[in-house]
């Protein structure tokens, strides 16, 4: 095969390729027209899979280079030429072009550079690779694989080169390993206060007065809710990048929930002026009210807490025909060019001088994962130093649905959605006040989002998740009505999820499954599945089975929901929504702590005592964990009570129980 450069000029004297080995060495008869013909067929074969070839490595984004046994470039294309920062008129003028040279020349360490090439250089015979980190070139790391090329009888003809660049990947690792090393860091500060006041209470050899305990004791509970909000909000940030945090879209009237903010605000930083600008008409999106409402809260946080007191706060919302445009403007210290970029990194804080507000590097962070959830856009800018910063986010009017995939190629959209929506039925799930809500767990994103597609359409509250532990915890948060479990999770089988979610949870389950025997099939319906649908499955029928499944478990639903509202004091229990609201804002509460506040309410005045709170709650197996009851009683008093410290709702009685006060 006569191989060409990278400019298409021949190179059939270059060592690599000569007129003796370009055709199989067979004489050739001028008395045999036969022969002829077949030798001139088999040139043109030659020729076309040489056509072929070259054009695939001309077009291909790795760099590929043929070096001959002498070390010369017997073919380069176009993306070699550029990563390495060569001219392949000027290499092939000059005769010989040493690329592991040129390779050193280009690296940021020579010397490491020369070292790693020289391992796998002076080896031609083993496939071997080597990444290096290059300055003043096209890419800043780039892996260098070697491999050798033979001929048919497998003699060394000399040796192939890829050049690919892994700039990204490098620093999608290195992104990573300083996220987790700043995490370790913002989690050791409060740890190292708690185990040293919790080390000094324990010591015996002193005797501490009360108001000495209650400060030790206080420092513990401030640093252990900044570790909890600190790894809630990691939570949260990955879970929205891995698209494994739901958002609950609803329509929301935005201008009312800017007006609600800003009100907030206005008590919380008197000292400030804060001036909204929204349109006369009432604006509509979809989105999740209780993300976008935390979007917001921190851009106000944000811009409080680095602008002078007395100073304004803009706040103006505009809209087009597809989106809506907010900014929230500050007179503040203003943000330097080199940090605008970095801003809604994880972690990442400009450095301020001294007395000014400092977080934890992470509230942006949730911003940005938050409205890019949505389909949006955030970005920041500021003229300098001293002169204040804006930012601005832009968020779509309602959520696009693109490219709804098929659970298996060839199910053609014809066959499925031709027809338009799938008809509700009459006693289907149609109140927003009793949607239904499913979870699905499954490791097939394509699935995952056609079933999701076609649930919400018949609106039921659709989860999603690819892990089983997920999936437990999403349990725990959501208590759902029905459950759709794939055979194959991206950490565990479903055998196995299905195991552990039946050690508490009666939940209804349809498997669906890959291929299997009638052997497994028994085996998922004697652990506790209910159905089970095989893929590819029909849309319609799994629709079907779920409303049957459904229909089965309404008199136990009705039962437990005939005293649909509970009130006390400014909190609200709404058992029909499984909601729980303070101030007619929603709080969100776990299964436990759902289950734990509905039994104190469901005893509303009467004391619970620690055994039988454990026994409603979790069982009567855990009567005598009395640590659960600590855990969960501070975890809700921290999300309904206004002073956890100083609770109106749940009272202790001291070495009894609980209470929940009617107020």
């Not at 000292?271 to 008409?281: N, T």
């Not at 498997?511 to 052997?519: A, F, G, K, N, R």
């Not at 309410?601 to 454990?614: I, K, P």
Request: hydrophobic share 40%; glycine share 6%; aromatic share 6%.
């Amino acid at each position: 095969m006569d191989l060409t450069t990278g400019n298409g000029s021949d190179k059939s004297n270059d060592g690599w390729w000569t007129e003796e080995n370009a055709l199989p060495a067979s004489p050739i008869s001028t008395e045999t027209t036969r022969e002829s013909e077949e030798l001139h067929i088999l040139s043109q074969n030659f020729a076309q899979e040489h056509s072929i070839l070259a054009g695939i490595a001309a077009n291909m984004r790795s760099g590929f280079i043929l070096l001959n046994a002498a070390e010369q470039i017997a073919y380069s294309n176009s993306s070699a030429e550029r990563l390495l920062g060569i001219d392949s008129q000027a290499h092939h003028e000059r005769g010989i072009f040493d690329v592991r040279k040129q390779l050193i020349s280009l690296a940021v360490d020579p010397n490491s550079a020369q070292a790693e090439l020289d391992r796998i250089w002076y080896q031609p015979e083993q496939e071997s690779f080597t990444d290096l980190a290059l300055a003043d070139a096209a890419v800043r790391w780039l892996r260098v694989l070697s491999f050798p090329v033979r001929d048919d009888p497998g003699r060394l003809l000399g040796r192939g080169v890829l050049l690919d660049d892994i700039t990204l990947e490098r620093s999608a690792a290195q992104t990573r390993n300083e996220t987790l090393a700043l995490a370790a860091h913002e989690l050791k500060t409060p740890l190292a206060i708690i185990k040293g006041c919790a080390t000094t209470l324990l010591g015996s050899s002193t005797r501490w007065d009360p108001s000495t305990l209650r400060e030790m004791l206080q420092m513990i509970d401030t640093q252990a809710d900044r570790l909890h909000d600190v790894l809630n909000t990691l939570l949260d940030v990955w879970k929205l990048d891995a698209g494994a945090q739901n958002l609950r879209r609803s329509e929301v009237h935005i201008a009312e929930l800017l007006k609600q903010a800003v009100e907030e605000w206005r008590k919380h930083a008197p000292g400030h002026q804060f001036a909204l600008l929204v349109p006369e008409e009432d604006i509509i999106i979809r989105c999740d009210a209780l993300r976008i409402e935390q979007a917001l809260h921190h851009l106000l946080n944000n811009a409080v807490a680095y602008s002078p007191a007395g100073s304004s706060i803009k706040i103006q919302l505009e809209t087009n025909d597809v989106e809506i445009r907010l900014s929230i403007i500050d007179h503040g210290i203003g943000i330097a060019p080199e940090h605008l970029d970095r801003i809604f990194d994880r972690f990442y804080r400009v450095p301020h001088g001294e007395g000014l507000a400092g977080g934890n590097g992470l509230g942006l962070s949730v911003v940005r994962a938050t409205i890019e959830a949505h389909g949006g856009k955030i970005w920041a800018d500021s003229p300098g130093i001293g002169q204040g910063s804006s930012f601005f986010v832009t968020l779509p009017f309602a959520p696009s649905l693109q490219g709804v995939v098929f659970p298996q190629a060839g199910v053609s959209a014809s066959t499925t959605l031709s027809s338009g929506p799938l008809p509700t039925p009459r006693t289907g799930p149609l109140r927003q006040s009793q949607r239904v809500k499913v979870l699905i767990a499954e490791n097939d994103v394509r699935i995952a989002r056609y079933l999701r597609a076609h649930l919400e359409e018949q609106q039921y509250r659709v989860y999603t998740t690819s892990h089983g532990i997920q999936c437990l915890r999403q349990l725990d948060l959501e208590d759902p009505d029905i459950l759709l479990l794939s055979t194959r999770l991206a950490d565990m089988s479903g055998l196995e999820l299905l195991q552990r979610l039946r050690e508490f949870s009666q939940a209804p389950v349809i498997m669906l499954c890959d291929e299997c025997d009638e052997d497994e099939r028994v085996r998922y319906l004697d652990l506790g599945a209910d159905d089970l649908v095989t893929k590819p499955f029909l849309i319609k029928e799994l629709l079907a089975r779920t409303r049957v499944l459904l229909r089965r478990q309404q008199p136990d639903h009705e039962q437990s929901t005939v005293e649909s509202i509970f009130t006390t004091g400014e909190l609200t229990i709404d058992y029909a929504q499984h909601q729980v609201m303070i101030q007619g804002r929603p709080v969100q509460l776990s299964r436990t702590e759902y289950k734990l506040l509905s039994t104190l309410a469901q005893n509303v005045g009467r004391v619970m005592t620690h055994e039988l709170l454990l026994e409603r709650v979790w069982g009567a197996e855990y009567n005598r964990e009395v640590d659960f009851i600590w855990v969960y009683i501070s975890r809700l008093r921290r999300k309904i009570e206004a002073d956890p410290r100083h609770p109106r709702y749940i009272l202790t009685v001291p070495d009894v129980g609980y209470k929940l006060v009617k107020l």
